[in-house]
């Protein structure tokens, strides 16, 4: 059915529902996976990438019936000729594991690619199915370099943005050879010290950990082991939490994946029944570079009169030049915003204009009103004259009145803003009005709200109660 | 260099066909000919005939005296012995022939001298000596004998009109002109005024530029013609990669995008080497976009491209079982025939496989016995069955040709082990191995020395293995060899593949290694299942052979501190040779162990004749 048929993997997008840290970004009518990056929800980047790469049959898993609604209506809408979608609802606040372990009657391939909704990305997801085949992994994750510039640098960093660095970044050990997978923990939950297990060390002999990768949540997992562990471990809510370090944890002692999957696949079910099978599986295992996996499943002294069950975890780390971001944070929802705009606009899909901006052709900007480099204008916005737009995003039929300043900020539909305003760093949801000289600085306006005339906010969370 | 390339240029039959045959067709001619036809219709007798003298006049400049009985000889030998692909690039002698020209107008004077001569029949080496003379003088004295001796009347004809033109020319020169307005010829008049000051030049040049650059154009017409020729004659085995029409040609074709890696050495330039990396980058992106490809395929050809499974059994023996998985998943379209559509389907996987890493011989061998097997389904044969016996053929084929094969072979190869022998072995050999377990475990006592070399260090998977058996090992790399050979009583060598004049074809370093043993006259014997060996026959590694990420002999595992050679692709003067393979001549070579016995090396052809069919039941 939905599956990527050439390659035998399925996808499977998990939007997310109303996540409370984008409070008062997302309502009921926005959910997360719908909020406007450049002016295009931010599901659609990961699904064009996607599409990009052929693979058009898609699972995308929702949280909550209403935004699972709004999210189909959405896709329905904009790749009905062009894509397989299916859209899943699943309850809400199942964590992603728990979503997985809702839609597990569908999958069906080999291997499932789990893509995390929120990802801005310019990555090949196949680069990360081609790492997991090539090792036939149980799971391989994609590690980003975490943007090191980015927040800093902006105007708009404050001290929100300070509290929410670390836990941007992950712990993550890795083998010398930067393919697997030996540790992983949030930076979040890392308070002092991290335990790193002493058998993989030993085994590994030599371990390298690092703090300036991201884990971008887009998993290939192996689905029979996938499966297995989301039964078994019936309290599992989230994968990169529970699942992901569960598998990295137990790679060594795989036995407690029953029926061993893992060597289901390598061939080796195959021997007690196949004697003359041991032979070329044997050989090419002689042939093949082992990983340390392989040593340590052979024993101390090589001979392999005791198999130890090893599974491998993988990890796919994306070349430095490739944008690779989450919005998973109001912060990170300004940070893409300007990222898709400014430096990484070939992920826009628009095209920019020699000014390095795009202003759509039915925009109408008054006399003397400026709009500056890596800024984007909706269709149908109006400007009043004298206003001056720096680095922000314009959504779509905002009316906005003379001497208005808009800095780095994200403006999103149907809004109206009063003359003399000045917004900066801000993120405005839709039908919001904002009246006469209203000061805004780092704020978020929920939809809907109306900011009344010559009222000044710094650093607040504006929205309906 | 030049020895080389006298013969080459000398015996090319094709030039001198093109010399004789050029004016006969006269479209074949070049662009200045047709004014110079109109204004001088007699000459053209002559002029026809002057393409003869392409080839010798290059050796000229170079050296005299012993070229004209070199000539002569030459001129016999049979056109078999012209070896077209030799002659491989027309461009280059074209460059020769016209940089020689440019350079030294001495020559250009022989050209009448030569072309004279050769118009008595080429047949004697004293008609061909005037031409070697430089000077101008005695030139004259030359032109009017041959003539006088040989077929005069022709001749008068041709050389009044010469002499009527150089008469021409001088007048010309004397009124300061380039006169070449005379000739109407654009391209004399050119040359003429380069040369203005050898006076009978006159009209030789732009004869000598013409004439070369028809016989270059012809001789670019019969390369291709001889190209394909061979094509028809014997498919050609591998791609050269130094003919930039086929790279092109390829490229447009290859699934995986590939950027040759700049600094090739230059002998190896007709092998395939990427920049490594790129193509794993382009692989990986494509994953999902690869419809035609089978993802078990896929997944093989990852492996063979990072080199996670390397050796030629493993190799073999991973990308049949995908070739099973591949099958498995297969279903005959509409209105095709499984037995037509299938080849095509595994010709597809076979072209992606080689674009990962070049096939090895072996691997060649399985895929036609794959073919073969394939198109001896009867047609009658439904497609669940069909599938089913390819399968199981399959299986047979690896069990019997590989796994037996090794034991076999093993069985033979311990009767020549006795106790207290000292075997060394380079690198690592999946039936040598065998060889040395079976040993053990028939008690045998003996001690083993692991001979290994960079970049690989194969050696060393072998080494724990063995040692984890309990077999006593010494390990040493492959500088040490002449020191060790000293204790050493065998040797035993895995084999890529045999040759059937012998040469065997293996892993880089073998042929080192059985040089040293034969001369400290220790026994090689080389251990190759039947299933490796191919009728080709290879005189040197250079050929066929395969080239290695350059970046693996630069740097050093494991220690990050040595990087020196880090930005060797930007050093402009450098190259990094990588060799992958081999070849270990038959004289090395004591015995070949087969699961067919043990042979000499110079019975390799018998196996290969009488046993190669064996291979396809």
Known sequence: ?465 | MDPRRLPRTVTDPKVRHVGFFAPVGPPDESMSSPPRQTTLSPPVAGYSLSPVMIPPPRHLSSDNAPLSPLIAADSFLPVGSYNPSEFSSPSATEDFSEDNFSKDTGWVLNENSGKAALKQNTHAASGLTPVITNEGPPMEAQKEQPPASSKPKKEKTTKSERRALQEAQRTAKAAANAGGSKKSAAASAVVNSANANTKKVAKAPPRKKDSSSVAASEKKGGDRQTDKDRKKDIPHPRMQFDDEDQVEKAKKRSVVKQTESKNRVELFRHLPQYEHGTQLLDLESKFFQLDTVHPAIYAVGLRFLTGDISGGNARCIAMLQAFQESIKDYFTPMEKELTRDLPTKINGYVSFLIQCRPLSISMGNAISFLKHKISELPSTMSESEAKASLLSDIDRFINEKIILAEKVIARHAVTKIRDGDVLLIHGSSSVVEMIFLCAQELGKQFRVVIVDSRPKLEGRMLLRRLLGKGISCTYTHLNAISYIMHEVTRVFLGASSVLSNGTVYSRVGNASVAMVAHQFHVPVLVCCEAYKFHKRVQLDSICFNELGDPDDIARVSGKEDIKYLNDWASIQNLQLLNLIYDATPSDYISMIITEYGMIPPTSVPVIVQEYGEHLLI
């Open chain 1, 1 to 465: 059915m939905e599956i990527a048929r050439g390659m035998d993997f399925q996808v499977v997008v998990l939007a997310g529902g109303f996540s409370k840290s984008l409070v008062p970004l997302v309502s009921k009518k926005v959910p997360k996976a719908l909020l406007p990056v450049a002016n295009r929800p931010v599901l659609s980047y990961v699904i064009d990438l996607l599409e990009q790469k052929n693979l058009k049959d898609l699972i995308v898993v929702v949280e909550g019936e209403t935004a699972a609604h709004s999210v189909s209506a959405w896709i329905s809408g904009t790749y009905i000729d062009r894509l397989h979608v299916e859209v899943a609802a699943v309850p809400e606040d199942v964590g992603t594991a728990g979503a997985l372990r809702a839609i597990d009657h569908r999958l069906t391939a080999k291997d499932i690619l789990v893509v995390s909704g929120d990802l801005v990305c310019d990555v090949p997801p196949g680069a990360v199915a081609a790492t997991h085949r090539r090792h036939d992994a149980v799971v391989t994750a994609l590690l980003c370099t975490a943007p090191a510039s980015g927040p800093s640098d902006s105007g708009s960093s404050g001290a929100k943005d300070k509290a929410k660095k670390p836990g941007r970044y992950n712990i993550i050990a890795l083998d010398p050879t930067k393919q697997f997978l030996l540790h992983i923990a949030a930076g979040a939950e890392v308070e002092k010290d991290i335990r790193v297990q002493k058998s993989i060390l030993r085994a590994v002999s030599q371990m390298e950990i690092r703090a300036d990768l991201m884990d971008a949540h887009m998993y290939a997992f192996k689905r029979s082991v996938l499966q297995d562990v989301l039964n078994q471990k019936e309290t599992f809510q989230s994968l990169r939490r529970d699942v992901l370090p569960y598998l990295v944890r137990s790679q060594l002692r795989s036995e407690l994946l029953s029926n061993g999957v893992q060597s289901d696949e390598n061939g080796n079910s195959k021997d007690a029944m196949q004697n003359a099978k041991i032979l070329p599986s044997q050989l090419l295992a002689n042939a093949s570079t082992p990983s340390f996996h392989e040593l340590y499943a052979l024993g101390p002294d090589g001979s392999s009169s005791i198999t130890r069950k090893t599974h491998k975890c993988c990890v796919y780390i994306a070349n430095k030049s490739k944008y690779c971001a989450r919005l998973n944070s109001i912060q990170a929802f300004s940070d893409i915003n300007r990222d898709v705009v400014g430096d990484a606009n070939h992920l826009s899909g628009y095209s920019f204009s020699a000014q390095n901006n795009v202003i759509h052709p039915t925009a109408v900007l008054g006399s003397k009103t400026t709009v500056g480099p890596q800024c984007m204008l909706g269709d149908g916005s109006q400007m009043g004259d004298k206003c001056s737009v720096k680095k922000s995003v314009i959504g779509r039929h905002c009316r906005i009145g003379s001497n208005v300043k808009v800095v780095s900020s994200v403006i999103m539909d149907h809004i109206t803003i009063g003359d003399g305003c000045s917004i900066q760093g801000s993120v405005i949801c839709s039908n919001v009005q904002l009246q006469e000289r209203v000061i805004l600085k780092d704020c978020q306006v929920g939809a809907g709200f109306v900011v009344t005339a010559g009222s000044e906010y710094k650093a607040e969370s504006l929205a309906k109660k």
